[in-house]
């Protein structure tokens, strides 16, 4: 006999449950290209820091969709604003102007203190806007000669899944039977300010960097690095392009990660939490130097700017700023760090974080396993590399919750 599940009240209520989850796994298998490998759980509902599952088991949601939904899930006024918008306009190409796109690119400039922005829908999309006006800008105000502008990259990085960008990938998942590679990318290890200025040519148009690696780990640079870096891009007349995708809007305790730093990017990439999972949306911001080169018909995307999700961006901005979720991050990433780095055990290797964007590295490629025991506790959080996982829950999470996850985290600990 199964064991009785926490949302089922009845064995044969778990036995329904488990039956369902395993039709929609079944019907991934036998329909879905299976370019996933996701932990076997069917997820139905979602508020706030929690979701649950078909059998009604609810979840904390510690992955927040890769910080999309730094809002928690299904915000009240962000799912409002969508919904009263899909009665009046959804989409019209930007063949035509709309009623909303203004507002949203006014919100997100002030927000960004940059001149101009562009929209977009997936991040991958907001990272090749960047690399084409690195370029353009490479060519017509650096005078870079046709065709040989470079951009400078780092190890480990994670920028997305275009052919483009999985050119300049180092993870051989990424680019593995991908090529022919796009030329014009240089990889440089991260964190090596001294590196970056050693691969800069004359051709170098611009160096693309993620304020903290996600995907690599959580990597968190040495503080001063990309103070450092964009010294080194001034000086070399090189566009700083920071890739705040995953870092963004609070997530680690800033509104944006470069603004630990004190610094100013002169492209800044974002998507995720621009939309806090209600939508894809993602943008690029620069100032009018630099975005001067997209003249019309040069680039663009047919649902980028589009009413629906200028109006849940406006909403989605709203509620990080009226919620303070930077200063959340800040303070509860430390609460929750302090309560990690109380964990001991002997295959647990270190503990990192930015804000509320965590990890855990262990000895032993067990990330999986041990988000397996999680997963059966209560609480959903993803591996990454074998053996760091990942903790990057809803900023509206409190130190209670911190707290009742935290218990979890603890006791899949202790079946190791
Ligand atoms: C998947 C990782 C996270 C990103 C940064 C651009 C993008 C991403 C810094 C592209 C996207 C996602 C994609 C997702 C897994 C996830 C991820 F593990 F792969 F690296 F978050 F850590 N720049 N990251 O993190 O944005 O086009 O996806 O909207 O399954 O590929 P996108």
Request: charge should be positive; include cysteine; charged fraction near 25%.
């Amino acid at each position: 006999m199964p064991p009785v599940k926490s949302g089922a009240k009845t064995q044969k209520d778990a036995q329904k449950g488990q039956d369902l989850t395993q039709k929609y796994i079944d019907q991934d298998k036998r329909f879905g290209a299976q370019n996933y490998a996701p932990l076997p759980v069917v997820l139905e509902r979602g508020q706030g820091v929690f979701v649950w599952d078909v059998e009604g088991k609810r979840y904390f949601d510690m992955l927040s969709a890769y910080s999309a939904v730094n809002q928690g899930h299904n915000h009240p006024k962000i799912v409002a604003a969508a919904k009263a918008q899909m009665d009046r306009l959804c989409l019209t190409s930007r063949a035509f102007y709309n009623d909303k796109m203004g507002d949203f690119i006014e919100k997100l400039a002030g927000i960004t203190g940059m001149e101009k922005i562009l929209a977009m829908n997936s991040g991958a999309e907001a990272v090749e806007t960047a690399i084409k006006g690195m370029r353009r800008w490479g060519y017509e105000v650096k005078g870079i000669p046709k065709d040989k502008a470079e951009i400078i990259v780092c190890e480990e990085n994670f920028h997305g899944r275009t052919s483009t960008i999985v050119s300049f990938s180092t993870d051989p998942d990424s680019y593995g039977g991908y090529g022919p590679a796009m030329p014009g990318f240089k990889i440089i290890p991260y964190d090596d300010p001294a590196a970056l200025e050693k691969a800069i040519t004359p051709n170098t148009c611009g160096f693309l960097v993620e304020p903290v690696q996600g995907e690599a780990g959580v990597k968190v640079p040495a503080p001063g690095y990309l103070r450092k870096c964009r010294e080194i891009c001034t000086k070399h007349n090189v566009l700083l392009c920071t890739d705040e995708i995953q870092t963004g809007f609070g997530r680690t305790g800033k509104m944006f990660c470069f603004e630990h730093d004190g610094i100013r990017p002169d492209m800044i990439c974002m998507g995720k939490a621009l939309s806090g999972g209600c939508y894809p949306i993602s943008a690029v911001a620069a100032d009018d130097s630099v975005m001067k080169v997209f003249k019309a018909g040069t680039h663009g995307s047919t649902y980028g700017g589009n009413a629906l999700a200028s109006v849940i961006a406006v909403a989605a901005l709203g509620v990080i700023v009226d919620e303070k979720l930077p200063e959340r991050s800040a303070e509860l990433g430390a609460y929750f760090r302090a309560k990690l780095d109380t964990l001991k055990h002997p295959k647990l290797r270190t503990v990192r974080n930015k804000g509320l964007l965590l990890a855990i590295e262990f000895t032993d490629p067990i990330a999986k396993d041990f988000c397996k025991k999680m997963k059966a506790k209560g609480l959903l959080a993803k591996d990454t590399h074998a053996v760091t996982v990942r903790f990057a829950p809803p900023l509206v999470i409190t130190k209670a919750q911190i707290d009742e996850a935290f218990v979890i985290i603890e006791a899949a600990l202790k079946e190791f």
